[in-house]
């Protein structure tokens, strides 16, 4: 009896043992592609990232210049007044120039342009540091994903299994010519 137990258990060990390498391999070959998959993701998250600060971009400047040209008008009036009312010397002229410098005070403790221009600038410089910042993140993502499906036995791996290799493209950096400089530095 002992030599039949012996020859059942030798072939039940050998076919735990294949099974258990191909059950490896098949989670090896899987997890290989899960990374891959997960790279796309990543990519695909800083696409949209990209998308978001643009978007921001879009919004967030054009509001900002609107509201720095109303402000510089409203300035620009005010100065224009006083100017104006200064070359007469009527008491109501004078009393006018009173009542708005004295509403303008209220409203407006300084006439600050200049300081509305500088905000420009700097909600300018942050967007496009944003905007950057989510571009370089996106490269990295690319690199890391290029890499690992191009190293061995990346490669062969995710051949054999099927998996289609994106060819994603760095973004460029060249910067604009008419990109926003901060003129108050």
Known sequence: MK????SFKLPLIILAIVVA???????AFQGVKN?????????????SEIKVQEKRRADLIPNLV???KAYDEHEYETLMAVVEARGTTSDNAVSD???????????YPELQSSDNYRELMN????????IANVRSSY???????????????????????GYEIIDYKKLDFDVSEDAPTNLFD
């Open 35 to 47: 990374k891959a998959i997960a790279y796309e993701e990543q990519i695909t998250t800083a696409q």
């Open 66 to 68: 609107d509201c720095v």
């Open 139 to 161: 490269n990295t993502w690319v690199t890391k994903y290029k890499q690992y499906v191009r190293q061995f036995p990346n490669a062969q791996i995710l051949n054999s299994l």
């Open 3 to 6: 030599n039949k137990e012996k």
């Open 97 to 107: 120039i009173q009542t708005m410098v004295a509403a303008v005070a209220e409203s």
């Open 123 to 130: 909600e300018l410089s942050i967007t496009e540091n944003k």
């Open 21 to 27: 390498l191909i059950g490896m391999f098949v989670f």
